[in-house]
């Protein structure tokens, strides 16, 4: 009868964004898994050599902009068949679920606002309403439906999977070796670009990474 939202608050984790160790041994008792299996499915925050490093699936990210912080992303379609939300859609670089070949959703289509982690249920946004798609939704490309099943198949550490998106979409063969730090990092740096032959300063690079809404 606990909503999520309110176990880091029976458990004693302070009101901030990221949890500490200890905030996560804590939730793992309280809903009784494994600490060694929680902690890698929450997002956390270290310093390295003076630099922000974050952690989340087992994976090393070197930027925040590569994890989703702020607001949530979602399929409908998969809450509607699985009831639960997938750790792969809180990578930015996970953008479409491909099962459902579906763009994902991160914004209530009622209200308009970003979907909040603070959900009443994870298909209910917090306007009321549930999360449906409207038949106008956006189709992904089979490239970026590729990308996202090499994606996953990076953070499960499944090299063949990996392999065979590449393959499949006729994606360039050395993306098989990038991490998903690597690959999220590529998303972020040439995924402003309008076209291919297109040349893009610094300056505007930052700026868009900065007003992106997936940041």
Known sequence: GVA??????????????????????????????????????????????????????????GSVASLRIKHAQVCPECLLEHGCCKTEWEVTAVPACPIHQTMLMDRCPHCGTALSWLRPAVDICRCGRYLRRSAAATRPTARILGWCRAMKGRLERDSGAVLAAVRTCALPSWLTHVSPDGASRLIHALGVLSRAEERISSARRLASLRDSPRT
């Open 4 to 61: 999520p939202p309110e176990l880091p608050n029976l458990a004693g984790a302070r009101p901030i964004r990221w949890m500490t160790s200890r905030d996560m041994e804590a939730l793992a008792f309280l809903t009784g898994v494994p600490p060694e299996w929680l902690i890698t499915r929450l997002k956390s925050r270290r310093h390295v050599d003076r630099r922000r490093r974050y952690s989340y699936l087992g994976t090393d990210w």
